[in-house]
């Protein structure tokens, strides 16, 4: 199994310019999540799935689509970047949700994005 | 909102020396999740517990439900064991997990 596969691991984008994160996942993982890492801030939700076809916001939506139309995959995508959107991006999948009882989280190497 | 509490931010300490990060939660919650961020960037997930006490080789989380207050220990710590340690929680029905600043664990030689 390859995990969580994250591509790119990092970008550089100009404001205004629009891109997808990719995040895979070959566990059959029904919750999948995207998060960002900023310095001083912690990990912060911005969107997660429960399955395919659901997708719901977390704490940091704005600027951010996903959508969930297969099991494995979770895209994310940026639609008009902005500098406040410089950032360490992860994707994370667990079995059940991240409150279901012994369903540990596995996270993608990230993807460090930078926008001028 | 729930808020998760770390301490302390930075921890250094000698080889040899037993640990304790400290997470505190304000709300009650479902699960509480122990990671791992290597000094590389990646995260991995330690312990998820939802009450009492888990131990996978030298790491041992505790939780106290009634206190919110959960604990991860490190005995006979290792430079290997540097790393930043997160801790973060989530509650039934609501998959938003909310996380904490982390603690970074420097262990000296």
């Known amino acids: 199994n390859a995990g969580v596969t994250q591509t790119p691991k990092f970008q550089v984008l100009k404001t205004g310019q629009s891109m997808t994160l990719q995040c895979a996942q070959d566990?059959?993982?029904?919750?999948m999540s995207w998060y960002r890492q900023d310095p001083g801030m912690g990990l912060r939700l911005i969107h997660y799935?429960?399955?395919?076809?659901?997708?719901d916001q977390g704490e940091v939506p704005n600027g951010y689509n996903v959508s969930r139309s297969t099991t494995e995959d979770f895209p994310l995508r940026l639609l008009s970047a902005a500098p406040s959107q410089t950032s360490v991006y992860f994707c994370?999948?667990?079995?059940?949700?991240?409150?279901?009882?012994?369903?540990?989280?596995?996270f993608g190497n990230g993807t460090r994005l930078t926008v001028t | 909102k729930n808020e998760v509490e770390q301490s302390p931010q930075n921890l250094t300490a000698q080889e040899g020396e037993f640990i304790t990060i400290n997470c505190s939660y304000s709300?009650?919650?479902?699960?509480l999740h122990w990671l791992q961020q290597h000094p590389g960037g990646g995260i991995v997930s330690l312990f998820m517990?939802?009450?009492g006490k888990k131990k996978h080789g030298r790491l041992i989380a505790t939780i106290n439900i009634q206190e919110k207050h959960s604990s991860l220990h490190i005995t006979a710590s290792h430079p290997r064991d540097s790393a930043v340690y997160i801790c973060?929680?989530?509650?039934?029905?609501?998959?938003?997990?909310?996380f904490g600043t982390g603690t970074r664990l420097t262990i000296i030689p």
């Open positions: 994370a999948s667990s079995y059940r949700g991240s409150s279901s009882y012994n369903s540990p989280l596995h």
């Open positions: 566990m059959n993982h029904e919750y």
């Open positions: 799935s429960v399955g395919a076809g659901i997708t």
């Open positions: 709300v009650g919650i479902s699960a």
């Open positions: 517990l939802s009450s």
């Open positions: 973060a929680e989530t509650n039934f029905g609501n998959e938003k997990l909310t």
